[in-house]
C-alpha cells in the first residue's frame, strides 16, 4: 500500500515531540528526517531514545544524510561519507529501513552542474564511494538510497541503471525525483523519462519524491503539487501499477502548499 510522506523540515525545525505531532496532524503516513534541518538541537547517536518515542506514531521513512560523494575537497568528501556510514548503523535502532543521498557534483559547494560531472571518470568515483556505502550497510542491516539528477554525477534514468549493475547489491535502492532529471532542454519529455525510471529499475525504486512546476523567466520554477506541469494522475497511476509499496515524499512543499498539494494526492490515491 503507497504511503505519503513529508521531508520533515518543510513543516518545521522543533523538538521531536512537536516536529511528529505536527507531521501526523496534517495527514501524512510518517517522513523523510533530516536531523540537523528538522531538529532544534543536535543529536547525540548514543541515546537515540527521544526520537525513537517521538515517531512510534509516526514512522521515519528515510534519513536524509545528503552529501556531495565526489567533492574536490577530500577531508570534506571523506566527512560526508563517514557522517552517511553513521546514519546507516543507527537507522535499525530507529526503525528506518532507507538512508539516502544524491550522487554530487564536481562543482563541490553548491552542487552544481559542470559538464565534468558527466564523464567516466567522475561515475567511476561515484561507485566507488557507493559501493563502500554499500558495505557499511549490509554490515548494519540497512539500505541505502541512491538519488539521481541531471546536474550531478548520475543525470539520467540509464547512470542509474549502470550504478545499480556495477555494485550489484539488495542493499543499493533508489529514490526517484523526476523533476531533478528534468531541464529546459529536456523537460517536455518528461513522461517518456519517467517511463524509463520504471523500465529499467522499478524493482529497486523505494520512494518517490514529488514535486511539480511552471516554467517562469526561463527557469523552471517549484509550485505546490497539481498546479504545474505535472501530470499527476498519470504519475500515481502508473507508481500504483508497478511499484504499489512505494513511499511518496513531498519535496519542497511548504507553507499553505502542504494542504492543498496532500489533498491533491489523496483524492487521486482513492
Known amino acids: 500500500m503507497i504511503k505519503v510522506g513529508i521531508r520533515a523540515h518543510d513543516v518545521a ?9 505536527q507531521v501526523r496532524k496534517r495527514g501524512f503516513d510518517g517522513v523523510q528526517l533530516v536531523f540537523q534541518k ?23 521513512f528515510m534519513l536524509g544524510a545528503y552529501f556531495n560523494p565526489v567533492h574536490p575537497d577530500p577531508n570534506l568528501r571523506e566527512a560526508g561519507i563517514a557522517a552517511f556510514e ?26 552544481g552542474y559542470l559538464p565534468e560531472n558527466h ?21 548494519a542491516d540497512s539500505w541505502v ?30 529514490t526517484v525525483d523526476l523533476f531533478n532529471f528534468l531541464h529546459l ?26 514535486k511539480d512546476y511552471i516554467v517562469k523567466n526561463g527557469q523552471m520554477v517549484q509550485v505546490g503539487l497539481g498546479k504545474g506541469r505535472m501530470d499527476f494522475p498519470t504519475l500515481l497511476r502508473r507508481i500504483r501499477e508497478v511499484t504499489p509499496e512505494a513511499i511518496l515524499i513531498f519535496e519542497g512543499v511548504v507553507g499553505n502548499d502542504i494542504a492543498e498539494s496532500l489533498a491533491t494526492i489523496r483524492n487521486l490515491l482513492t
Open 13 to 21: 525545525k522543533t523538538s521531536p515531540r512537536d516536529l511528529a505531532d
Open 38 to 60: 528538522a531538529i532544534d538541537r543536535p543529536v547525540d547517536f548514543s541515546d537515540l531514545s527521544d526520537i525513537q518515542e517521538a515517531f512510534q506514531h509516526c514512522p521515519i
Open 86 to 111: 553513521d546514519h546507516l548503523r543507527i537507522a535499525k535502532r530507529l526503525g528506518v529501513r532507507y538512508v539516502g543521498t544524491e550522487t554530487g557534483s564536481l562543482m563541490g559547494s553548491p552542487w
Open 119 to 139: 564523464l567516466p571518470s567522475s561515475l567511476d568515483q561515484v561507485v566507488g564511494v557507493f559501493d563502500r556505502l554499500v558495505r557499511t550497510a549490509e554490515a
Open 145 to 174: 538510497a541512491m538519488e539521481g539528477a541531471y546536474a550531478h554525477v548520475v543525470h539520467s534514468p540509464a547512470k542509474v541503471r549502470e550504478v545499480l549493475d556495477r555494485i550489484a547489491s539488495p542493499r543499493l535502492k533508489v
Open 185 to 210: 532542454g529536456n523537460h517536455e519529455r518528461r513522461m517518456e523519462i519517467f517511463e524509463d525510471c520504471l523500465r529499467l529499475f522499478s524493482a529497486d525504486i523505494v520512494i518517490y519524491h514529488l
